[in-house]
């Protein structure tokens, strides 16, 4: 179950169609056998309190691609490349003036740890 949790100020926030992202991101991770598409599950945070180094007007996007199913670290890359390529070329054609990041973080759980209910699951 891949979880995409991303963490945006909010004037970055403000230039990204997040809706349209999400959905690219999991078409390219379903497309490229990185994950069931129905498995994906993402999410956006938008924070107004934020501070990057001592620069208050610096921008940044942090995603966490959180998996629970073992994959190779090349794997992990490659998922992790995906996110940040997509989010990377949105900043970057409507890119605010001054400085900004796009990061992607990659955190691997013990899947005895993830406890789930799914609906659609039979009985």
Known sequence: MPHIVIEAT??????????????????????SGSARLHDLKSRVHITNTFLA????????IVA??????PRSAE??????????????DAIA?????????????VETLERALYQKTDSRAPG
């Open 75 to 88: 794997l992990q890359h490659s998922m992790a490349l995906v996110i940040h390529n997509v989010l990377r």
């Open 10 to 31: 909010e004037p970055l926030a403000r230039r990204l169609d997040f809706p349209a992202l999400l959905q690219t991101i999991h078409r390219q991770l379903a497309d």
């Open 53 to 60: 180094g001592d620069d208050a007007q610096a921008q940044f």
């Open 64 to 69: 966490r691609l959180v998996l629970t199913n």
């Open 93 to 105: 054609a409507d890119a605010p003036p001054g400085w900004w990041q796009c990061c992607v973080l």
